[in-house]
C-alpha cells in the first residue's frame, strides 16, 4: 500500500514538473538563465540590472536569429546569434535606428580602416555591403600592406622587410583602429569566420547592417545612464590624433563633472534631462540629448554641428556619411546652419546669448585661421614635389610629408578641436603651437637644406664637366655637403 502512494505521488511529482518546464521554455528568459547563470553569471546579473528585465524583454527577444541572418546556429533547441546587430534593435527602437543609421558612427569602418578595400569592391563592381564580397575578399587581408593616414607606419615596414612578411600580422590594426571604428564580421552557415569579437561602433555585420548599439550601451545592461557619461565616448575620442576626452576634461564643463558628476541624475528618461538633474554638459548633452526640452534627442551624432573637424581642411558638415568613402561628399551649409543652431540652443539652456555667440565668433575664427595655414602647408609640400625634392609614391615617408600628415592629422585636429569645446591648452600649446613651431618649421628648413644641397650638387656636376675629372675645388664642395646641411641644422635649433 506505501508502495503504491509512493508511485502515486512519484508520477503527479513528475507531471508538475514537466508542466513548469514546459512553462520555463514557453517564457523566453527562462532556458537561457538557467544554464547562463552558472555559466556567465556577469552577464545574467547585468541583464537582471537593466531596464530590459524590468519590461519584460528577455534573452530570446534580442538574440532570436532572423531566418536570413548568416550568423545564427541551433544553440539548445533555438536558433539564436551572438551578433546582435541594429536590426535586432530596431523592432523596439525604430527611430534611434534610423538616425544611427544615416551618422557617420555606423560608416565609420568604411570612413576609416575599411577605406581602401571599400572603394576597390565598387571599383570592380561589387556592393561592399554584401557578405558575398567579404567572403571572396577578405577586408581585413586587404588592407594590411595599404598605406593610409591610419597605418602611416607602411614606410617603416616596407625598408625594415616586414611589410609583406606572413609572420607579421599587422594586429595593431585590429586591436587598434578596428577595434573602435569596427570590423567586417564574416560568417556562413551559423559559424563566424572572421572579425569577432568585436563592438566597434561601425562594425559591419553578417545581416548587412552597420554598426553595433552596445558600442555605447554596453552589454547586457544597456545603460542609458552608462551612455551619457563621457567616459563613453572616451574609450574612442582620445589620443593624439582626436583627444576629445581630454579636452572636455580640461575645459570648465569636465572640471564641473569631475568635482560633482557623481550626484548627478543620470537615469531620467530620454526627452526628459535637463539642467535641473546635471550641473555642466557631457558629450551627450551637447552633441545627442533632448536636453531641457529645447531640441529633440537625436542618435545622429553630427546632427548639431557645423565643421567638419577632422579632415585636412574643415568645411560645413558633409551630406551625406555614405558618400565619404568613395571622396563624394560634399559640404551642406545649410544643414551645417541648422547643426549650429540647435547646439545653441542647448548652450543657452545654461548660458546667455551674447555668451554663446561670441564663443562660436571666436572658434569659427580659428578654424579660418587653421584653414589658411593648412592651404600654405599645401602649397608648400605640392612645391617640394614640383621640384623633385621628394617623390610621391610613398605619401607619408619623407620629412615633409610626415610633417605635413602630422599638421593635419594630429595637431591641426587638437588646434581646431580644443577650440570647440573650450580646452585652451590644448588649442594653442597642443595645437596651434605645435603645428607653427614644431612641424611647419622642420617641413620648411628641410626643403631649404635639400635645396641647398641640390644647388651644391649642380654646381659640383658642371665642375666635374667642366674639368672632365674631379679635381680639388670638386673635391671640396662635395666634402661641403654634409656640412650644409648641418649647418641648416643648426640654424633651425637655435
Known amino acids: ?79 539564436v546569434t551572438a551578433v546582435v546587430s541594429p536590426r535586432y534593435c530596431e523592432s523596439c527602437h525604430p527611430k534611434q535606428v534610423a538616425e544611427f543609421s544615416k551618422s557617420k558612427h555606423a560608416w565609420t569602418a568604411f570612413i576609416g580602416p575599411l577605406k581602401p578595400w571599400y572603394r576597390e569592391m565598387v571599383k570592380q563592381g561589387k556592393d561592399p555591403l554584401k557578405l558575398e564580397t567579404a567572403l571572396e575578399v577578405n577586408p581585413r587581408d586587404f588592407i594590411k600592406d595599404k598605406l593610409t593616414p591610419l597605418y602611416p607606419d607602411s614606410g617603416a615596414l616596407k625598408r625594415a622587410g616586414l611589410l609583406d612578411s606572413k609572420d607579421y600580422y599587422h594586429e595593431n590594426q585590429v586591436l587598434g583602429c578596428l577595434e573602435c571604428h569596427g570590423t567586417y564580421v564574416i560568417a556562413k552557415d551559423g559559424k563566424i569566420l572572421d572579425g569577432w569579437p568585436n563592438n566597434g561602433i561601425g562594425r559591419v555585420n553578417p545581416d548587412g547592417t552597420m554598426g553595433t ?20 565616448c572616451g574609450q574612442c575620442h582620445l589620443g593624439p590624433d582626436h583627444p576629445q576626452i581630454e579636452i572636455y576634461e580640461e575645459s570648465k564643463h569636465g572640471n564641473i563633472y569631475a568635482s560633482s558628476g557623481e550626484h548627478w541624475n543620470w537615469d531620467v528618461p530620454p526627452g526628459q534631462w535637463g539642467p535641473e538633474d546635471i550641473a555642466a554638459p557631457t558629450c551627450a548633452t551637447c552633441h545627442m540629448s533632448g536636453f531641457g526640452g529645447v531640441v529633440e534627442s537625436t542618435h545622429d551624432v553630427g546632427a548639431r554641428l557645423y565643421w567638419e573637424l577632422q579632415p585636412k581642411k574643415s568645411v560645413p558638415q558633409w551630406d551625406d556619411p555614405s558618400l565619404v568613402p568613395l571622396g563624394k561628399q560634399k559640404p551642406d551649409e545649410e544643414q ?159
Not at 552558472?38 to 540590472?49: L, Y
Not at 530590459?52 to 550568423?71: I, N, Q
Not at 545592461?221 to 567616459?231: D, L, Y
Not at 546669448?353 to 585661421?369: A, I, N, P, R, T
Open 336 to 494: 551645417a546652419k541648422k547643426g549650429r543652431a540647435e547646439m545653441k540652443k542647448v548652450c543657452r539652456v545654461c548660458h546667455a546669448s551674447d555668451w554663446v555667440d561670441g564663443y562660436f565668433e571666436s572658434f569659427d575664427k580659428v578654424v579660418s585661421d587653421y584653414n589658411k595655414v593648412y592651404e600654405y602647408t599645401e602649397k608648400l609640400l605640392n612645391t617640394a614635389y614640383e621640384e623633385g625634392l621628394i617623390d610621391k609614391s610613398n605619401p607619408i615617408d619623407e620629412i615633409p610629408e610626415i610633417m605635413y600628415y602630422y599638421i593635419w592629422h594630429h595637431d591641426g585636429r587638437r588646434w581646431r578641436m580644443g577650440a570647440s569645446m573650450m580646452a585652451p591648452d590644448w588649442t594653442h600649446w597642443n595645437g596651434a603651437v605645435d603645428a607653427l613651431l614644431d612641424k611647419l618649421n622642420m617641413m620648411e628648413e628641410w626643403i631649404k637644406m635639400q635645396r641647398e644641397k641640390k644647388q651644391l650638387e649642380e654646381r659640383v656636376a658642371k665642375l666635374e664637366q667642366k674639368k672632365g675629372v674631379c679635381g680639388p675645388t670638386a673635391i671640396a664642395a662635395i666634402a661641403l655637403l654634409p656640412l650644409a646641411g648641418y649647418a641648416a641644422l643648426r640654424r633651425r635649433k637655435l
Open 1 to 79: 500500500m506505501k508502495t503504491k502512494y509512493l508511485l502515486i505521488f512519484a508520477i503527479a511529482a513528475a507531471m508538475v514538473l514537466s508542466t513548469v518546464n514546459a512553462q520555463q521554455f514557453k517564457e523566453p528568459g527562462a532556458p537561457c538563465l538557467s544554464c547562463h547563470d552558472t555559466v556567465t553569471p556577469g552577464i545574467v546579473k547585468q541583464w537582471e540590472e537593466s531596464k530590459h528585465s524590468k519590461v519584460g524583454v528577455k534573452c530570446y527577444v534580442c538574440h532570436l536569429a532572423k531566418d536570413d541572418d548568416p550568423a545564427g546556429f541551433e544553440h539548445m533547441g533555438y536558433r
Open 213 to 232: 548599439c552596445s558600442a555605447c550601451h554596453t552589454r547586457h545592461r544597456f545603460s542609458i545612464a552608462e551612455a551619457r557619461k563621457p567616459e563613453t
